[in-house]
Nanobody
Framework: RLVESGGGLVQPGGSLRLSCSASGITLGSYAIAWYRQAPGKEREGISCISGSGDSTYYASSVKGRFTVSRDNGKNTVYLQMNSLKPEDTGVYSC??????????????????WGQGTQVTVSS
């Protein structure tokens, strides 16, 4: 089970750190992806981190502003979001592969999802 936290309302240019906490699985065995869905838009994959944390991926829309990291001892993955823009507004969710896979590529089927956390960037 995955649970996201850390969302909220922030002004443009601000920062937030999202957390994705896992229970019932050994998180280090799984690549974890972050997705977001803006109102009226399709869900977008924005980041992925390998099970060991030595490999990361970012969509071009967030590269250079967002940083994904993990603490397997705490069974938690983080998404540090800096220089936030209004277009970053949406529901952010973390996801784990259905089958054990520690690498982000080839992209696994992500079958375990958290409930999502709302991020709103507005002045």
């Amino acid at each position: 089970r995955l649970v996201e936290s850390g969302g909220g309302l922030v002004q443009p240019g601000g920062s937030l750190r999202l957390s994705c906490s896992a229970s019932g699985i050994t998180l280090g065995s799984y690549a974890i992806a972050w997705y977001r869905q803006a109102p009226g838009k399709e869900r977008e994959g924005i980041s992925c981190i390998s099970g060991s944390g030595d490999s990361t991926y970012y969509a071009s829309s967030v590269k250079g502003r967002f940083t994904v990291s993990r603490d397997n001892g705490k069974n938690t993955v983080y998404l540090q979001m800096n220089s936030l823009k209004p277009e970053d507004t949406g529901v952010y969710s973390c996801a784990a592969p259905t089958a054990v896979q520690a690498q982000c590529f080839p992209s696994p089927a992500f079958g375990s999802w958290g409930q999502g956390t709302q991020v709103t960037v507005s002045s």
